[in-house]
């Protein structure tokens, strides 16, 4: 695609936006421009991601003595939706940091983790989802996951 220049003060410009003023409001738009009869888009406004997120990050067990050596805990339905952006959206979920905690799915919007833990211990770790829309644009969350399993000692 090529770049769109224009004359602004004496120097040549790109410009980052379009705005059209629509019902008493300004409105960013894409741009198109018409070369040997047809329409081509030159540029087209960059719409930012939000995500919001909610649910459980947080998951624990208990047992009476005797009990066992580990158990494996659970927690999770822990959902990131995000919108805005250009086309569809993807979601890419990483533990960046803490212990080893497994996630039920990396490309799901929602999510839950588990792990093996030891009697009387608790892990935890970092995870981050990153939201990528179809023109390559992102944006992230990260949630700390905690699970325990403890005793009557």
Wanted: proline share 4%; net charge positive.
């Amino acid at each position: 695609m090529a770049t769109l220049r224009i004359k602004s003060g004496g120097i040549m410009r790109t410009p980052t936006a379009v705005w059209v003023r629509s019902g008493g409001a300004w409105h960013k738009r894409a741009m198109y421009v018409r070369i040997g009869g047809t329409w081509h888009q030159a540029w087209t406004p960059v719409v930012p991601i939000t995500i919001t997120a909610s649910g459980n990050s947080y998951g624990s067990a208990f047992a009476n003595e005797p009990a066992p050596g580990s158990m494996n805990v659970g927690a999770g339905n822990y959902t990131v939706s995000g919108s805005g952006g250009t086309g569809a959206l993807s979601y890419s979920w990483a533990r960046i940091g803490g212990d080893v905690i497994n996630i039920s799915s990396t490309t799901a919007q929602t999510v839950s983790w588990s792990a093996s833990i030891p009697k009387n211990t608790s892990k935890s770790a970092t995870f981050r989802c990153t939201v990528t829309d179809t023109a390559g644009q992102s944006a992230f969350h990260d949630v700390t996951v905690y699970l325990d399993y403890f005793t009557d000692f």
